[in-house]
């Protein structure tokens, strides 16, 4: 079976280097906010280009904990879009604050900046901009956009890691960036984690406090805080495996290639990558009519593909809302996530993409 994600396989990849830092780790009897933990958030805000990282229990966690370091809460309105994993909308109703929808763009699946202005009230705070796919946002015209109007700009990095706009790591270029290191991600542990990066030495201190219950240096609450704190074994696992995210993704470009070589002159929509940006192809994401009939097809030859997502966050159940999204839910009618993790080899994409072409 040729799954859509496989950690399994990268974990094999490094087999010998993560075991020997997890047996580190074990042995030092240290397993929360030691000494693995802060050499990931310095290696990782450098990788990123930030002068801050802070390690998180979750990428969820990491989008909740930035919104309340920068205040946000009821009576406020936050922008993002539908199409996304529902962990960006839920971190901003655990707020209290109100979730605003705005369309994507046909091409390249991200929020389409031309749309947000007329969305702006006086309840508006922020704007969760989602580098969907891997594919980065607009952000020139976001930054833009957030300096006329005073909103805060965080970026929704979880399916992102190694992806750059203009020659910047995402993550560094709004006030805040947050990334998720679930298994199936560029960068994955093997559990659950997250990160926020930042060149704010104010958002920093706040946010080095909101994660554990809001103490201070001597372990008083100054002010209401959380539990959520990155392990120091998904940490040392999580530094072997930065090590080689640069060429990992540089593996998936690859893929993406041929999978476009191979995909070319047939009838399904291919993804496409905006000028100035560096798509890191989290998934690679086609589009096709009779979307189910493809999966069926692959699944039935031992290709496990998928879709990501069915059905927009609007549209499901317990954030039923009517939204003029037109795109998101074309979009999300007709897409379908080939394989896709570093480690597929060529055999396997002429095969899959064989298939498709049959279909």
């Known amino acids: 079976m040729i799954l859509c994600s496989n950690p399994k396989e990268q974990y094999l990849s490094h087999q010998k280097e993560i075991d020997e830092a997890l047996s580190k780790v074990l042995k ?18 450098s990788f990123v280009g930030t002068h801050y ?11 909740f904990l930035s919104l309340k ?41 991200t929020l389409d900046v031309s749309q947000i202005e007329k969305l702006i009230t006086k309840k508006t705070k922020a704007i969760i901009a989602v580098h969907m796919y891997g594919h980065p946002c607009d952000m020139d015209k976001l930054v833009q956009i957030a300096k006329k109007y005073k909103l805060k700009l965080i970026e929704d990095c979880a399916q992102a890691s190694g992806s750059k706009y203009k020659d910047k790591e995402v993550g560094s270029i ?8 679930f298994p199936t991600k560029n960068l994955g542990a093997l559990g659950d984690g997250g990160a926020i990066t930042t060149n704010s030495l104010e958002i920093y201190q706040k946010l080095i406090m909101l994660r554990q219950y809001g103490w201070d240096k001597n372990r008083e609450s100054q002010f209401q805080g959380f539990n959520s704190r990155l392990d120091e074994i998904q940490a040392a ?25 191979y995909l070319d002159k047939s009838n399904f929509i291919l ?46 159940a317990n954030y039923s809302k009517n939204s003029n999204l037109v795109i998101t839910e074309r979009i999300g009618a007709n897409i379908v996530s080939l394989p896709m993790y570093p480690e597929l080899s060529e055999k396997d994409i002429l095969y899959i993409s ?6």
Not at 275 to 280: A, E, G, M, N, W
Not at 297 to 304: A, D, E, P, T, V
């Open 69 to 109: 370091a920068l205040g946000i809460g009821t009576d406020n309105e936050v922008i993002t879009v539908s199409h996304t994993a529902t962990a960006t909308v839920s971190a901003i109703e655990a707020t209290g604050a109100k979730v605003v929808f705005v369309d994507i763009e046909k091409d390249y699946f």
């Open 174 to 181: 709004g006030e805040i960036g947050c990334f998720s290191f």
């Open 28 to 45: 030092s009897g240290m397993y929360i906010l030691g000494k693995e933990g802060k050499a990931f958030e310095e290696e990782f805000s």
């Open 237 to 261: 696992i999580l530094r072997v495996k930065l090590k080689y995210l640069k060429d990992d993704i540089e593996k998936r470009n690859t893929i993406a290639s041929l999978y476009c070589k």
């Open 53 to 63: 990282a802070v390690g998180v229990a979750s990428g969820t966690d990491a989008l």
């Open 354 to 359: 064989t298939l498709c072409k049959k279909f």
């Open 271 to 316: 993804p496409k990558v905006r000028d100035d940006s560096y798509h890191s192809y989290h998934l690679f994401v086609i589009q096709t009519e009779n979307r189910d009939d493809l999966i069926k097809l692959l699944n039935q030859n031992g290709i496990l593909a998928a879709v990501h997502y069915k059905k927009a966050v609007h549209q499901q």
